[in-house]
């Protein structure tokens, strides 16, 4: 029944290592969303993708790889993981806004990434 | 850029009295939305504000939208233990699927 679903919630590694984290949304929604919490719980949005096809990619370096295969998933691949890279990082969906219809976007549940 | 700032950033409020949270942006848009975080969860919409003098309720909040001063508050009446959060106020522009956050205004309700 969970809407917007994250693997895994938490996830602890070294730094240097490469990870992956998973989502999808089960609400029919075209599109998709990455953002990152920081530890004073600002939000900044990173990536997103409407259809597959991205469309936000904020300043972000390029060891964060979003990745989409189906309108229902996007997974976010990480790099050579480094100390500040630990945050909360949460999907997000929703649908395509159509004139004067504004969706709004439901959030995951997170996922706590501690680089160590 | 679209900057959004929320104020006060934390707040402590004693259990039965009333509070508002501001939430001010820097760019004309008619979409803004705010959001409650508690510890370690993730964000629950609280209301959707599309259009000038938009003004919604559920229970003890209240929040309305001022597009010509760029301006939202969320009321809160009465404030009770469980409203103990951290609200999110986010505003995004035409044709950009982007939110914008404000930095979270933390709420602690003390008896």
């Known amino acids: 029944d969970t809407a917007v679903s994250q693997t895994p919630k938490y996830l602890v590694t070294q730094m240097g290592n490469d990870k992956s984290i998973k989502c999808e949304q089960n609400l029919g929604h075209d599109t998709m969303y990455w953002y990152k919490q920081d530890s004073k719980k600002f939000l900044k949005i990173m990536f997103s993708?409407?259809?597959?096809?991205?469309?936000i990619n904020e300043t972000v370096p390029n060891r964060f790889s979003p990745k989409s295969p189906d309108k229902a998933h996007l997974n976010l691949h990480i790099n050579s993981l480094e100390l500040g890279d630990s945050a909360v990082y949460f999907c997000?969906?929703?649908?395509?806004?159509?004139?004067?219809?504004?969706?709004?976007?439901?959030f995951g549940p997170g996922t706590r990434l501690l680089v160590l | 850029e679209l900057k959004v700032e929320q104020n006060p950033l934390f707040l402590s409020m004693q259990e039965g009295k009333n509070y508002t949270i501001y939430c001010n942006y820097s760019?004309?848009?008619?979409?803004l939305y705010w959001y409650r975080q508690d510890p370690g969860k993730s964000l629950e919409s609280l209301f959707v504000?599309?259009?000038?003098?938009a003004v919604k309720q559920e229970g003890r909040l209240m929040a309305s939208l001022d597009t010509k001063a760029r301006l939202s508050t969320l009321h809160i009446t009465a404030a009770v233990h469980d409203l103990s959060a951290t609200y999110f106020c986010a505003v995004d522009r035409d044709n950009d699927y982007k939110l914008s956050f404000g930095a979270g205004t933390t709420v602690t309700v003390r008896a």
């Open positions: 993708y409407n259809n597959k096809e991205l469309i």
């Open positions: 760019t004309t848009s008619d979409r």
């Open positions: 997000a969906s929703s649908r395509r806004r159509l004139a004067g219809v504004q969706e709004t976007q439901y």
């Open positions: 504000l599309l259009s000038n003098g």
